[in-house]
Every structure is written in structure tokens, then in C-alpha cells.
């Protein structure tokens, strides 16, 4: 998908919020940046961009080469098993040190509803008869 196609999609989605200083790093402490499972995939310019600003910074990032991604626009990944459970680039602070340069995966995220991202409208009971959840 283009970055076009992409950002139109993204505009028609229903957040509730924009991203935030306030809203990320100091209500949420940025979690997803600090979720163990995690992986960022990235193409071959942002890889190099990434060990370029770990160099910077000091931080090792651990890129893998993914062949199996081969026929993807992003066969890298930053796993963050790798890095002890968390972004490299996330401070103490849950602030992101490369924000000008993050990757677009950190750009775009969350794609779709994610449970405690605080961007995206909070699950709540429907006044359904089952008394499933749904987002408002």
C-alpha cells in the first residue's frame, strides 16, 4: 500500500485522539514502545537510519534480516525481545529520542484498535442483550 493510500485510509478511521507528548509519554508511558513481543519492520533505508542514530545514541539495535520477508517493502526487524524488552530509542521519560526519525511502522501505529492505546476510542459495554463490547 502507498504512503498515499495509506494516510487516506488512516484519515477515515474513527481516533479519538492525535498523538501526544501528554497523551503518550506521560497518561500511557508510551507501551507500545516497552512490550517485550513487539517487532518493528522497516525497510533497508530505515534500517541503516536506525544503526546510523543507535551509533548516535549509544544504543545497540540488533536488526535482523528477515528472508523470509524477502518479497516484503520491509524484510527488517528490530525485535524487541532483543533489546531487553523495549524500544532502544524510548527514554526514561517515555519519550522517543529519533521521534523526527522514528520508523513509519512507529509513525502509523496504532493501525487498528489497540486494547489500552489510548488513541483509539475505549471498549465499552453495548446495551446489547449478549453484553458484548464494542468501541465508541
Not at 531487553?84 to 496504532?110: H, M, Q
Request: charged fraction near 25%; aromatic fraction near 6%.
Amino acid at each position: 500500500m502507498s504512503a498515499d493510500a495509506f494516510a487516506a485510509l488512516l484519515a477515515q478511521l474513527p481516533l479519538r485522539r492525535e498523538a501526544s507528548v501528554e497523551l503518550c509519554s506521560e497518561r500511557c508511558g508510551a507501551k507500545c514502545c516497552r512490550q517485550r513481543d513487539a517487532v518493528i519492520f522497516m525497510d533497508t533505508a530505515e534500517m541503516r537510519t536506525l544503526k546510523r542514530l543507535g551509533k548516535d545514541h549509544r544504543v545497540s539495535v540488533p536488526v535482523r534480516h528477515e528472508p523470509q520477508r524477502l518479497a516484503s517493502s520491509a524484510p527488517w526487524a528490530l525485535h524487541f525481545s532483543d533489546t531487553g524488552g523495549k524500544c532502544p530509542f524510548v527514554t526514561d521519560t517515555s519519550l522517543c529520542s529519533i521521534y523526527e526519525s522514528r520508523p513509519r511502522a512507529c509513525e502509523r501505529f496504532p493501525i487498528a484498535p489497540t486494547p489500552g492505546c489510548l488513541l483509539w476510542p475505549a471498549p465499552v459495554e453495548d446495551a446489547n442483550p449478549k453484553g458484548d463490547l464494542t468501541w465508541r
